[in-house]
C-alpha cells in the first residue's frame, strides 16, 4: 500500500494540493474547463493550452531553482529571453527559407545565452557581488541588447518548420513540453544521481562551510548561473517559435518574477539550500492555471496580477516563522481557553 | 608649505560620481554644437524630475539595507487616481493632491508592515507590491485618461524663469524633496536609525534604536515618493495610463547606485543621488545628440555604469578589508 502520510510530509505535497484546489475549483466553475478533444490527431483543451503555456516558464524555472539553492537569484532571466529570441530570429531571416540551418541558429542563441549566464556567475563567484545587483545590471541592459541585436523592430519569421518547437504536437501532446521534460529530466539525474546537487545545497547553507569542505563554491556558482542562463535561452527559443516572431521590447518581459514565483511556490526557500525541481514545476503549473482561470472568467487579463500578488502575499506568510508561530499561539490559546 | 588634500574615503563613490557627470557633459560640449547651454542642463532636472523623486524614497530604502521593486508600478497607480479622481470623479485638485499622496504611503506602510512583522525579504513583498498597484492601475481603467484640469494644466505649462532659461514646478517640487531628504538623513534620529539598520540591523535594534517604526517609516516614505513622482509625472504628460513607469523601479535603483550608494546598506547618501539622476539623463541626451545610436543604447550604457560601480565599490571595499587584517596582525 502507498505510504499516504509520508507522502504529506514531503515539500511536494502542499504544491499539488494548491494546484488540486484550483483544479477543483475550475471544475465547479468554469464550464468546459476539463474537456479534451482530439482535433488533426493530438490534443485540444484547457489543460492541454495551460502545459503548452507554462512550458517557457518551467525551462526557466529548472534553471532558477538550481539558482535560488545557492542562495541566489537571477532577475535576468526575462531579458535573456529577449536576447535569445533575437539571436535565433536574426539567424533564420524573415524569409520562408532560413538563412542558416535552424541548429546553427538555435546553437547560436544558446550560446548567447550561455556566455551572457558565464557574466552573471563571473560577476557572482569571481567579483562577490550580491546576485541580486550582478543580475540586475544585464536585466537592465539585456533588453537594450536584444533591442539592438533586432535593430529596434519586431522581426517576423515565416520559415514554417521552426514552428513546430513551440506551436508543434507530438504524440498528441505540445512539442514544447518534451524540451521541458529533457531538460528536467538531465538535470534530475545530475544533480540527484551525483553529487553536484548536494554541493549546490551545500554552497547554499554556508558557503564558508562547503568551501572547507573542499567543494569549489566559485565554480559551482559559475556553472548555475551558466545554467540558468542556459534554460532561459531554451525558453527563448520557445516563445520565439510560438509566436513566430522576435519582440526585444516584450519577449520575455515579467517573466522572470513569473519563474521566481514558480520557484518560491514549489518550496525551493529563497534562503538557499534544499531545492525541489518538480516542486518547481508544479509551481509553474500553479501559476499558468491561475492565468488561464483568470482568463476563462474573462476578466481582463492585467486584473490577474492582483490575484498573484495575493498569492505571493500568502505563500511567504506561510513561510515566515514569525507568521506560523503566530497563527499557533491564537490557535493554542484557543484551545487552552476551551 | 605642503598642500595636502584629504578626501575622506566614503566620499571617494561621491566624487568619482561627480567627476563622471563633469566628464559626460563636458564631453558632450566639446563634441557637440549646441550642447552645452544652461537650458540643456535645467533639462536634465525638468525630464527627470519624477525620477530624482523616485531616487530619493529609494536611496532611503537602500541604505536601510532592503529594496523597493515597487515604486514604478505605485507611481503608475497614482497617475490612474490622479487622472481618475480629477476627470471621472471631478474633485478639486487639492483634495486629489493629498488623498493621492495618503493612499501611496498608505500601501507602503502595509509593504513595511509585513515586511518587518513577518521578518520577510524585503524583494518579495515589494515584489507583490509591484504586481498589485499594477492590477489596481487596470482596475481604474484599461485606458489613458486625459486630464483638463486648470490647475493641472497650469502646473504643466507654468515655466519659472532663469536667467534667459527656466524651469518647471516640477522641478522646484524635485528639488525641495531633495533637501527635505538631505535634511532627513543628516539631521534627524530616523535618518541616523536608517544607517544604523542598513549597518547592521541586530546592532540597531540591540543599541536601543526603533527599528520597526523606522523600518516601517522607510517603505511608507518610498511609497509617498513613487505617489508624488506619480503626481509631477501626470504634470509632465497630463494623463493617466496603467503601463506608465514600466520598469522605472530598475532605472530608480541603478540611479542610486550609480550615486555611490551600496546596496549592501548603510553607505551612501542622497547628493550621490542626484548626480546618478543627472548621469542618467546626459546618458540620454548624448545618444539623441549622437543622433545614428538609437535610444535602446541607454540601457546598455546605464547596465555598464552600474556594473562599473559595483566594481568600484567591490574593489575598494576588498582594499579596505586588508588594511584592517593589515591592522589587526600589528
Not at chain 1, 521541458?180 to 551545500?202: H, P, Q
Not at chain 2, 523623486?53 to 505605485?74: E, R
Request: glycine share 10%; with cysteine.
Amino acid at each position: 500500500m502507498v505510504d499516504l502520510t509520508a507522502f504529506t510530509k514531503k515539500k511536494i505535497f502542499w504544491p499539488l494540493v494548491a494546484l488540486g484546489v484550483l483544479m477543483l475549483f475550475n471544475l465547479f466553475f468554469t464550464p468546459n474547463f476539463f474537456r479534451l478533444e482530439i482535433k488533426d490527431g493530438h490534443l485540444y483543451g484547457n489543460l492541454i493550452d495551460i502545459i503548452k503555456n507554462a512550458a517557457p516558464i518551467m525551462l526557466m524555472a529548472i534553471g532558477l531553482t538550481l539558482v535560488i539553492a545557492t542562495k541566489g537569484i537571477d532577475i535576468s532571466v526575462g531579458s535573456i529571453v529577449a536576447i535569445s529570441a533575437g539571436v535565433v530570429a536574426m539567424m533564420i531571416g524573415s524569409g520562408t527559407t532560413p538563412q542558416f540551418p535552424f541548429a546553427v541558429a538555435i546553437g547560436a542563441a544558446l550560446l548567447v545565452s550561455v556566455l551572457a549566464g558565464a557574466w552573471n556567475g563571473m560577476l557572482v563567484s569571481r567579483l562577490g557581488m550580491q546576485p541580486i545587483i550582478a543580475t540586475l545590471i544585464l536585466l537592465v541592459a539585456g533588453r537594450g541588447i536584444a533591442m539592438v541585436t533586432t535593430n529596434a523592430m519586431i522581426i517576423w519569421l515565416y520559415a514554417r518548420p521552426f514552428a513546430i518547437i513551440g506551436q508543434g504536437y507530438f504524440l498528441g501532446l505540445p512539442f514544447s513540453i518534451y524540451i521541458v521534460a529533457v531538460l528536467l529530466f538531465i538535470t534530475t539525474v545530475v544533480t540527484r544521481r551525483t553529487a553536484l546537487g548536494l554541493f549546490i545545497e551545500s554552497v547554499g547553507i554556508n558557503r564558508t562551510a562547503a568551501r572547507f569542505t573542499g567543494i569549489n563554491a566559485k565554480n559551482i556558482l559559475l556553472g548555475v548561473y551558466m545554467f540558468s542562463a542556459f534554460a532561459a535561452g531554451m525558453a527563448g527559443i520557445v516563445v520565439c517559435s510560438t509566436v513566430m516572431s522576435a519582440d526585444g521590447n516584450n519577449a520575455g518581459d515579467g517573466y522572470e518574477m513569473s519563474a521566481i514565483l514558480a520557484v518560491v511556490l514549489g518550496g525551493t526557500s529563497l534562503n538557499g539550500g534544499k531545492f525541489y525541481l518538480y516542486g518547481s514545476m508544479v509551481g509553474a503549473l500553479i501559476v499558468q492555471t491561475l492565468t488561464t482561470t483568470i482568463y476563462a472568467f474573462g476578466v481582463p487579463p492585467e486584473i490577474s496580477k492582483i490575484v498573484i500578488a495575493a498569492v505571493v502575499i500568502c505563500v511567504s506568510l506561510l513561510q515566515s516563522r514569525k507568521f506560523r508561530s503566530l497563527f499557533m499561539q491564537m490557535f493554542g490559546k484557543r484551545a487552552v481557553q476551551e | 608649505m605642503k598642500l595636502k588634500i584629504s578626501i575622506n574615503p566614503k566620499n571617494i563613490s561621491l566624487f568619482v560620481t561627480i567627476a563622471l557627470f563633469v566628464i559626460m557633459f563636458g564631453g558632450g560640449s566639446i563634441f557637440f554644437y549646441g550642447f552645452f547651454s544652461l537650458q540643456n542642463f535645467l533639462n536634465l532636472f525638468i525630464d527627470n524630475s519624477y525620477l530624482l523623486i523616485l531616487a530619493v524614497g529609494m536611496t532611503f530604502v537602500i541604505i536601510s539595507g532592503g529594496i523597493d521593486l515597487s515604486v514604478g508600478s505605485v507611481l503608475a497607480l497614482s497617475t490612474m487616481m490622479s487622472s481618475f479622481l480629477l476627470e471621472k470623479a471631478h474633485w478639486s485638485p487639492f483634495a486629489v493632491i493629498p488623498m493621492v499622496l495618503l493612499i501611496g504611503a498608505l500601501f507602503g506602510f502595509c509593504m513595511g508592515y509585513i515586511i518587518h512583522t513577518f521578518e520577510l525579504p524585503p524583494f518579495i513583498i515589494t515584489l507583490a507590491g509591484l504586481y498589485l498597484a499594477r492590477g489596481l492601475c487596470y482596475v481604474i481603467s484599461i485606458d489613458t485618461i486625459g486630464i483638463t484640469d486648470p490647475f493641472w494644466k497650469g502646473a504643466a505649462n507654468i515655466k519659472i524663469p532663469m536667467g534667459n532659461s527656466f524651469i518647471s514646478p516640477s522641478v522646484v517640487i524635485a528639488l525641495f524633496v531633495v533637501l527635505a531628504g538631505l535634511f532627513v538623513s543628516r539631521s534627524t534620529k530616523f535618518g541616523r536609525t536608517v544607517f544604523a539598520i542598513g549597518g547592521n540591523e541586530h546592532s540597531a535594534m540591540l543599541m536601543g534604536l526603533p527599528v520597526a517604526r523606522s523600518k516601517i517609516m522607510i517603505y511608507s516614505l518610498s511609497s509617498f515618493c513613487a505617489a508624488l513622482a506619480g503626481i509631477v509625472f501626470t504634470f509632465y504628460t497630463l494623463s493617466g495610463y496603467a503601463l506608465n513607469g514600466k520598469n522605472m523601479e530598475m532605472d530608480a535603483i541603478a540611479t542610486v547606485v550609480i550615486g555611490g550608494t551600496l546596496l549592501t546598506g548603510g553607505v551612501g547618501g542622497l547628493l550621490g543621488t542626484v548626480f546618478g539622476v543627472l548621469v542618467y539623463g546626459t546618458i540620454q541626451i548624448l545618444i539623441v545628440f549622437q543622433g545614428t545610436l538609437n535610444g535602446w543604447w541607454t540601457r546598455i550604457a546605464i547596465g555598464f555604469l552600474v556594473f562599473v560601480f559595483c566594481l568600484l565599490q567591490s574593489v575598494f571595499e576588498s582594499r579596505q578589508g586588508r588594511k584592517q587584517v593589515k591592522i589587526s596582525a600589528k
